[in-house]
């Protein structure tokens, strides 16, 4: 890098009158002692917790309560994968949180697209006051809009179906995605949607022949965090959802733990297959997955 | 306005319709709602009976509850935020050296992160076992003897905000891509003008990194007044109330008792603290955050 080029040529320079702690290649290797022993110690830390899961969701139930612990158990209880889904509706679980995770997805994605463009790319009286409304809403706790939502639902029979947790994501899918593919849009050039109008495209035109297939990269990005948050969802499913036909993994995982207090290994398995799609989707768009967690920390 | 004008104008409005029906449908009407309900006894069977500001004069001098709620989420926002920040940022720095492995060393730190919230909450119950977990069985290997961790009202907070750290990787990320978009040549210019390793963290890593701090601190109190998953599933809110969080009374409240007037008003002070301490963030940050195109303080 250029930094270093500089740095290595001022210290040519000047290496007679510098003490030798000063000099740039002995700090950096001294920098570099502290730094790799720091992270790998840190990526351990991290890690274990991970192994921990892994390791006990493999074990036989003898040897859970073992002191001390034997990380790579003997005999391999690969069968506790099994019983979960044999003590619990595992596939039924699954079922009814893909439902919800993909309805909310094509709600959030699709709204969220066609809003953003309106702010973005059409001209209109009141959008930068509407959307700096828009950008305000970030601030209010969703406990604030929690028990009037629930009323209303009870009041039209929604309570105990999928609907509270699938149709609020058609109307906009949230402030943070509208945000996020609205910077999008503006990053692309106007001059594509004037060529376009020339051409007899109107608004609409422009958004699903011009923009949206440009969108890829950035509706990639939100159908992840839609995955994410609804797949590991548990608040409004807790709230919404009562009958046991109806619960999602995140619920009945949770009342697995209820009534297999000790079958820590079964837990633990259980636990690992819900986490496992996520883990997937990390390594295989992990490209996608790091640039919208910086998207949504770095500007608000 | 020109008829092609109106017509984009009225496409525009078209365009974010979906959003201005559900502002109305799933904000501001809730909103208003939730204020009005606050000023009523409403158990959901009936309809709500005005009660004036009877919900808050029993919040505020007769729901101890309340007061130890708000005492326990504070304790836990003011200690992990801060030192979820800090640790995310150090470890971004880092790994900003240029450093070998990178990528491994990223997906290392970031991968707690892909366990769902439940799957962590049952994971850490185990880690934190006083016999047979993880952490104790670690901490006998130096011949210390753990605590009770969640079974112990004082340690079951600070177990909770411990599990909180093992988040960090998400922070680091952010923290890391900011790092990495500060111009090359602000440090070649501090440099040629003689600044040190330190001048040039203090003078330009520093005020680049500040409304990205900034933006994740206010995000950070936004998130974690609002902590719940951990605290119902892992200790119920317990021992002792130890880790009874705001959110969990105003839950116990709405669900388990149908208080639905007395949690409105709940999350009506929720919202205002909430609303406080951003406030208070941003009139702060004028002292400390730098904008690029500003000019100020020493430049």
């Known amino acids: 890098m250029g930094q270093g080029a500089v740095a290595v040529g ?43 899961l892994v390791s006990s969701s493999l074990k036989p139930s003898g040897l859970i309560f073992v002191v001390p612990p034997q990380w790579i158990p003997k005999p391999i209880a690969w069968e506790n994968y099994r019983k979960v889904w044999e003590l619990i509706p595992f596939a039924l679980y699954t079922r009814n949180t893909l439902i ?26 009141g959008r930068d006051v509407l959307f700096l409304v828009l950008l305000s809403t970030i601030m209010i706790p969703e406990q604030v809009t929690l028990i009037p939502t629930y009323v209303l639902f009870r009041l039209i029979g929604w309570l105990d179906t999928f609907y509270p947790l699938i149709v609020p994501t058609f109307f906009g ?15 692309l050039p106007l001059e594509l949607d004037d060529a376009a109008r020339i051409d007899g495209c109107g608004s609409f035109g422009i958004f ?17 965090f839609s995955f994410m948050g609804n797949w590991n969802g548990f608040f409004l499913p807790l709230i919404y959802l009562n009958s046991p036909e109806k619960y999602t993994l995140s619920i009945g995982i949770n009342l697995f733990r209820g009534t297999q207090f000790a079958a820590w290994n079964l837990l633990m398995a259980a636990s690992l297959m819900m986490a496992l799609p996520c883990i997937v989707l990390y390594f295989v768009a992990q490209r996608y997955f790091i640039q919208g967690i910086v998207f949504t920390g770095i500007k608000g | 306005m020109s008829p092609t004008e109106r017509r984009e104008a009225i496409e525009g409005y078209i365009a974010i319709s979906p959003w201005i029906l559900g502002f109305f449908i799933w904000t501001l009407g809730p909103i208003l709602a939730s204020l009005y309900f606050s000023l009523t006894d409403f158990e959901v069977v009936k309809p709500p009976v005005f009660i004036g500001l009877g919900n808050f004069r029993r919040m505020f001098f007769g729901d101890r509850l309340f007061w130890q709620s708000l005492k326990v989420t504070a304790t836990y926002v003011f200690v992990s935020v ?17 450093v070998k492995f990178l990528g491994f060393f990223r997906t290392a730190y970031y991968m707690p992160n892909l366990v769902p919230a439940v799957g962590s909450a049952i994971l850490w119950i185990w880690i934190f076992n006083p016999e047979f977990g993880l952490l104790n069985n670690f901490l006998a290997n130096f011949g210390i003897k753990g605590p009770m961790w969640l079974a112990h009202s004082k340690w079951a907070l600070p177990a909770l905000i411990i599990m909180s750290l093992w988040g960090v990787g998400g ?46 601190l206010v995000m950070g109190i936004i998130g974690s007044f609002q ?53 208070l963030v941003f009139r702060s940050s004028a002292a400390w955050v730098y904008y690029e195109g500003e000019l100020r303080g020493r430049r």
């Open chain 1, 10 to 52: 001022k210290v040519a320079v000047r290496r007679g009158t510098v003490p030798f702690l000063a000099r740039r290649s002995v700090r950096n290797v001294l920098f570099k002692l502290v730094i790799y022993p720091v992270l790998v110690a840190g990526s351990i830390v991290m890690l274990m917790p991970l192994a921990w």
């Open chain 2, 227 to 279: 902590v719940f998953t951990a605290g119902y599933i892992m200790t119920g809110g317990g021992p002792r109330y130890a880790t009874y969080f705001y959110v969990l009374h105003l839950y116990y409240n709405a669900f388990h008792y149908f208080r639905m007037g007395y949690a409105s008003a709940l999350a009506w002070v929720l919202g205002i603290i909430i609303l406080f301490f951003t406030l």
């Open chain 1, 100 to 125: 919800i995770t993909i309805g909310s997805i094509i709600g959030g994605v699709s709204s969220a697209t066609l809003v953003a463009f309106g702010f973005a790319r059409l001209r209109f009286p």
């Open chain 1, 173 to 187: 899918g949230g402030a943070f995605s509208i945000f996020l593919v609205r910077q999008f849009f503006m990053r």
């Open chain 2, 171 to 216: 922070g680091m990320l952010i923290y890391l891509a900011g790092l990495q978009g500060i111009p090359t040549d602000l440090y070649e210019a501090a440099e040629v003008d003689g600044a040190g390793v330190a001048a040039r963290f203090w003078h330009v890593t520093v005020p680049q990194m500040t409304p990205v701090l900034f933006f994740n």
């Open chain 1, 208 to 224: 699903f022949r011009i923009l949206l297939p440009q969108a890829r990269p950035v509706l990639g990005v939100l159908a992840i």
């Open chain 2, 82 to 98: 801060p030192l979820g920040i800090t640790l995310a940022f150090a470890v971004a720095l880092l790994m900003n050296q240029k």
